[in-house]
């Protein structure tokens, strides 16, 4: 058997690209399995109770015959060209798992079919969720200074952490942090003990001048959406 540009070759006999090729038996009372196009499906590729077909990006997409004809527990591997590995574990009676791997062939996450998720490693989602977000300061007029981070950043739930460390400002100007993702709806201080007045926008953060020599030291959490 060969591949042609228009579909597989079997002694000359052109089988589409489009059809199914699979062993099967021709008809009732054959004592013979044949190797052919199957009448009852096109477009797709069967191997071992395993049905292969393609989507509109051309990826290949699994669809698994009845788990309950088959006689062990079937894995499905992907391989990258990085040496990394998707594969999929289907049991007998159900409960896939999906795994993930790297190229040292080390487990890296895995999903269950009932929800339940592991990894190993850092979980960073762009722009909505980010827990491992750099820290920014704001170094206070006078002396200290506020380190300040925006690990949720998502359209139902933003969240704006702050720590001041000996924070001073012996001025009559305030001073503003700029939130690294505005809210869209509402932000509002949540906790706050550093004995800071503070004030909120949707994009920024007003520390008011305290206007004397007292440092301030504390937390500050702004939460909104």
């Keep these: 058997m060969a591949g042609t540009a228009g579909g597989y070759n079997i002694d000359d006999y052109l089988i589409p690209i489009d059809s199914t090729l699979r062993i099967y038996n021709p008809g009732a009372g054959s004592n013979m399995n044949v190797l052919g196009v199957s009448p009852d499906a096109i477009g797709k590729i069967e191997v071992d109770g395993v049905t292969l077909t393609t989507n509109a990006q051309g990826a290949i997409v699994i669809n698994l015959a009845n788990q309950n ?89 933003g969240k704006f952490i702050a720590y001041a460390n000996g924070y001073e400002n012996d001025t009559t100007t305030a001073q503003t942090i700029t939130f690294p993702n505005p809210f869209t709806t509402v932000a509002n201080v949540t906790f706050n003990n550093t004995g800071l007045s503070l004030s909120t926008s949707l994009t920024t953060l007003t520390i008011s001048a305290p206007n004397n020599t007292t440092t301030y030291t504390g937390m500050i959490i702004v939460e909104g959406f």
């Design 69 to 157: 004809t088959w006689t062990a527990t079937q894995t499905f591997i992907a391989t990258g060209i990085d040496g990394t590995i998707f594969s999929t574990t289907q049991t007998k009676a159900g409960s896939p798992i999906v795994y993930f791997k790297n190229s040292a062939n080390a487990m890296v996450a895995s999903i269950t079919n009932i929800g339940s998720a592991n990894f190993n490693g850092t979980i960073t989602t762009y722009d909505r969720l980010n827990i491992n977000a750099a820290a920014q300061t704001l170094n206070g007029t006078t002396a200290g200074s506020i380190t300040y981070y925006q690990p949720f950043q998502g359209s139902s739930l």
